[in-house]
């Protein structure tokens, strides 16, 4: 027979149990790194430079873990990486299970969702294009039904495609990869790519075509994706390690360093119009 003290404590152990729970949904970012003393970050699968996996070691390199190295160090937590992708980062924030999201555009609806912190740099819109295609010198050149452009699904590319070329036919791919095939097998014309993603991926598959960086040359402003809090505590955090990390000179070497290390780009193969 079951007691009314064994009933009590179980309903006490009950209500304990939920008012931690609530205590939990009601805490801040900053609290909740503070709590865990863990920094989660999201990292993607075939992103060089921006994520890149170690087949061999598995572990992740990149712009965006060392990043989050220097900025859990400043935080004074560790880091977890959690495997997302760009199209499903957004969600990721808002569902908590990620804290950060490393190389993230700034878009009107993307700012409905989550917050952003500073800019952490600037980048460059570029045409890569399949062989014989081209030279093209202005966005205007694509923009027609003719032409068939591609870009990963939910990416700034896939943004800034469907703002700048409305009247071309434009294929949306699971990723970054697979549209690259299909420049690289003929079935489209060119892939929007950042000049970090585009030379990288010409660095390492220099048959695939030309990259072209059209007029008016185009920059997207890349950030730190955070969750949507009242509290920015946490983004007041971030922005004060970017811009210790910015004077230092820190941004501009990750950058570098990571081209050259990973994608074989040296930093005086970059397109003059192209600025950070």
Not at 2 to 25: D, E, N, P, R, Y
Request: aromatic share 6%; hydrophobic share 40%; glycine share 6%.
């Amino acid at each position: 027979m079951v007691s009314k003290f064994s009933i009590l404590k179980s309903v006490a152990l009950a209500a304990s149990l939920a008012l931690g729970t609530a205590a939990m949904a009601q805490e801040t970012p900053m609290q909740r790194v503070e709590r865990t003393k863990t920094l989660r970050v999201g990292v993607i699968s075939g992103a060089t430079p921006y994520f890149h996996k170690d087949l061999v070691t598995q572990k992740w390199q990149g712009f965006g873990p060392d990043f989050a190295a220097s900025l859990a160090q400043k935080l004074g937590t560790k880091i977890e990486l959690v495997e997302t992708t760009w199209g499903n980062s957004v969600m990721d924030l808002q569902a908590n299970k990620i804290d950060v999201m490393f190389g993230m555009g700034p878009t009107p609806a993307r700012r409905e969702m989550v917050d952003f912190s500073d800019m952490l740099f600037n980048n460059t819109l570029t045409a890569v294009c399949k062989k014989g295609f081209g030279p093209v010198k202005t966005w205007e050149q694509l923009n027609d039904p003719k032409v068939k452009i591609v870009v990963d699904v939910g990416s700034n590319q896939d943004q800034y495609a469907t703002r700048m070329l409305p009247k071309a036919t434009i294929s949306r791919l699971d990723s970054s990869g697979a549209a690259s095939m299909a420049v690289q097998t003929g079935r489209a014309d060119c892939q929007i790519l950042m000049v970090l993603l585009a030379q990288p991926l010409l660095a390492k598959r220099p048959d695939i075509g030309s990259m072209f960086v059209p007029e008016p040359v185009t920059t997207s402003p890349t950030h730190i994706g955070l969750q949507k809090s009242a509290n920015k505590d946490f983004e007041k955090a971030v922005n004060a390690w970017l811009t210790e990390a910015r004077g230092k000179g820190e941004v501009q070497s990750v950058i570098v360093k990571n081209m050259e290390k990973l994608a074989g780009v040296k930093p005086d193969s970059f397109p003059k119009q192209v600025k950070f």
